[in-house]
């Protein structure tokens, strides 16, 4: 495990150390951040806008306390949503669409010696492959997350008031009641955090595919696996040292 830990940081230390020049690397990251944000963007809608009809939804369930008001509803969605469901959850999917495409392009890159052309070509090809990937969805997951918050609030309230669990007024209420600014920011770094460890871990486990089709199937899959694993652990440590 150390061996690997080691090997990572060094993948990192050689993508930083001999760069591309800057137009290159510009180039290379809008299109990375077309292929990462741009296509992203319906799979991030659906699964946020359900997510959080889905919470406003189970939440009215279980809020029956007559005392209690409804706009608490509002509340507990917003806050859910901004805290915990739109930045992780959109990064554990961005992890299976976003990881595993960036880990078996690599992977057939390296099986079929296209990185090995770079290299004899005199180019640093981790700069070139794989800075413009991490930089790209560095950029892109936080704007990702923010539509996965407005949406994953517009659905619960569209859940919430069209299946009459309470009135429009009151979950706008809910959503305005004690927002604390912080927690966007809480949110977005978060995102960024995460976009780092999902580009890194599967640019490294793709680049590092030896074999051939089967293999690049492997490191695909470890990549999508290593990375939740690694978003789940970043959450809890955030959380408990910014919160």
């Known amino acids: 495990m150390l061996k690997t830990f080691g090997s990572f940081v060094l993948f990192l230390r050689g993508?930083?150390?001999r760069t591309e020049r800057f137009s290159v690397l510009w180039k290379r990251t809008i299109?990375?951040?077309i292929l990462i944000g741009v296509d992203s963007i319906v799979i991030v809608s659906i699964v946020s806008a359900f997510?959080?009809?889905?919470t406003c939804?189970?939440?009215?369930?279980?809020?029956?306390?007559?005392?209690?008001p409804q706009s608490t509803i509002g509340y507990m969605v917003r806050e859910m949503t901004?805290?915990?469901?739109?930045?992780?959850?959109?990064?554990?999917?961005l992890a299976g669409k976003v990881g595993s495409s960036i880990a078996g392009g690599l992977g057939t890159m390296r099986i079929t010696e296209q990185v090995s052309a770079l290299e004899v070509m005199g180019i640093n090809s981790t700069s070139y492959l794989v800075f413009p990937r991490i930089l790209a969805a560095i950029l892109m997951f936080p704007l990702l997350v923010i539509l996965a918050m407005g949406l994953s609030i517009l659905g619960?309230?569209?859940?919430?008031?069209?299946?009459?669990?309470?009135?429009?007024?009151e979950f706008i209420e809910?959503?305005?009641?004690?927002?604390?600014?912080?927690?966007i920011v809480f949110a977005l770094i978060k995102s960024v955090v995460f976009a780092f460890l999902v580009s890194a871990i599967s640019a490294f486990k793709g680049f590092n595919t030896q074999g051939g089709a089967l293999e690049v199937g492997a490191a695909s899959t470890g990549a999508v696996t290593n990375s939740i694993i690694a978003i789940l652990v970043a959450d809890f440590v955030l959380a408990a040292v910014l919160l």
């Open 156 to 169: 619960g309230y569209l859940a919430g008031t069209l299946t009459g669990a309470m009135a429009p007024q």
């Open 15 to 17: 993508m930083v150390t």
């Open 51 to 54: 997510i959080g009809a889905v």
């Open 174 to 183: 809910g959503i305005r009641e004690d927002f604390v600014p912080y927690n």
């Open 82 to 93: 901004i805290l915990e469901l739109a930045p992780t959850i959109t990064s554990i999917v």
């Open 31 to 33: 299109d990375e951040a």
């Open 57 to 68: 939804v189970q939440i009215a369930y279980n809020l029956t306390n007559p005392l209690i």
